[in-house]
C-alpha cells in the first residue's frame, strides 16, 4: 500500500437476538449472502438457495423464490444488481473447508421484475465478483477455483449473456478471486482470497494496474461507500483459521475502510421488482 492510502479497521456488530427478524419455518439458519436494494421499498436478499424479500421495519423475511431444489448441499453466494434492475446471484455446493468442495454444482440465476428466475449457466464451482461495464456491454463474473476474471457480452435490454472469455488469470500470489466491483473509470477491483490485497484491473488491456495489501489473508469483497463513493470498504473472514493464525492476524474477520485511493465507486442499481 503507498504512503497515501490510509487503511482503518471498521467494527460492525450486530446483535441477532431472538425473535429481531422473523422468517419462515425451515430458513432461519441458512446463510444470508447477498443483499440488495429494492425498488419498491426494503430488500432483496439471498439466503440460503432462496431469493427473499427482507421487510425491515417489520422485522420479516419471506421466499420470492427457490433455487437448486434438487441439491440439498448448495447455497447461494455473491449476488448483485445489473443496470436493468435484475438481481443477478450465483450458487456453489457447501464448502467441507474454504475453497474445498463438490466442484461444478453451482448456477448463475437471474431474478427478475415479475419475479421469475432465468438460469443463465450451470457447472459453476464457487460463483463469486460480479459486475458491469460502465457502458453496460460488458459483464464481469468470476467463479473462484477457475482463478480468472470473465467477461461476457450483455445486453442490457434482454439480459443476455454470450462469448464468455478470460480477460485476467491471477497470478500465484495473488491467490483466490472472490468479491468484485468497478469504479467510476471502468477499472475493476476484486478481493484475492488467500491473497490477502485487493487489485486493480484494466479490463481493456487485461492487466493488473494496482495492488492494495491489508493485514488479514483471507479478504473476501469489496464495494465503494461514503457520501460520494470514495472510500473502498473491504470485508474478510477467518474461518479455517488456527490459533496461531489468528494471534498473528487478530483483524481476520473484520471490515477494512481504504481512503485516499483517488478514484470512486458508483451507487448500486436497485432491484426492478
Known amino acids: ?112 421484475a415479475d419475479l421469475s428466475v432465468v438460469k443463465h449457466f450451470d457447472h459453476v464451482d464457487i460463483s463469486n465478483g460480479l459486475d458491469w461495464s460502465l457502458d453496460h456491454k460488458t459483464f464481469f463474473y468470476i467463479d473462484s477455483l477457475s482463478y480468472s476474471v470473465d467477461a461476457f457480452d450483455y445486453d442490457l435490454q434482454t439480459g443476455k449473456i454470450g462469448n464468455r472469455r478470460s480477460i485476467y488469470k491471477l497470478e500465484k500470489d495473488e491467490s483466490i478471486p472472490d468479491g468484485m466491483c468497478i469504479d467510476t473509470e471502468g477499472k475493476l477491483w476484486v478481493a484475492c482470497y488467500d491473497g490477502g490485497r485487493v487489485i486493480r484491473l484494466d479490463p481493456e488491456a487485461g492487466k493488473r494496474i494496482q495492488t492494495v495489501k491489508l493485514p488479514v489473508d483471507k479478504t473476501t469483497s469489496c464495494c465503494f461507500g461514503g457520501k460520494d463513493y470514495s472510500e473502498m470498504y473491504v470485508t474478510s473472514a477467518s474461518e479455517g483459521m488456527d490459533k496461531d493464525w489468528l494471534s498473528r492476524q487478530p483483524q481476520a474477520g473484520g471490515i477494512f475502510k481504504i481512503t485516499g485511493l483517488g478514484v470512486k465507486g458508483i451507487p448500486p442499481y436497485p432491484f426492478a421488482g
Open 1 to 112: 500500500m503507498s504512503p497515501d492510502h490510509r487503511l482503518s479497521q471498521q467494527c460492525v456488530q450486530m446483535s441477532l437476538s431472538e425473535g429481531m427478524i422473523r422468517v419462515e419455518p425451515g430458513i432461519s439458519d441458512a446463510p444470508v449472502s447477498s443483499v440488495a436494494l429494492r425498488k419498491s421499498g426494503d430488500y432483496v436478499i439471498t439466503l440460503g438457495t432462496r431469493f427473499a424479500a427482507l421487510k425491515w421495519k417489520d422485522q420479516l423475511v419471506t421466499t420470492i423464490t427457490q433455487v437448486d431444489k434438487d441439491k440439498p448441499n448448495n447455497r447461494f453466494n455473491d449476488g448483485k444488481v445489473d443496470p436493468a434492475g435484475r438481481y443477478f446471484a450465483g450458487t456453489m455446493a457447501e464448502e467441507i473447508r474454504p475453497a474445498v468442495l463438490e466442484r461444478h454444482q453451482g448456477s448463475l440465476y437471474a431474478l427478475l
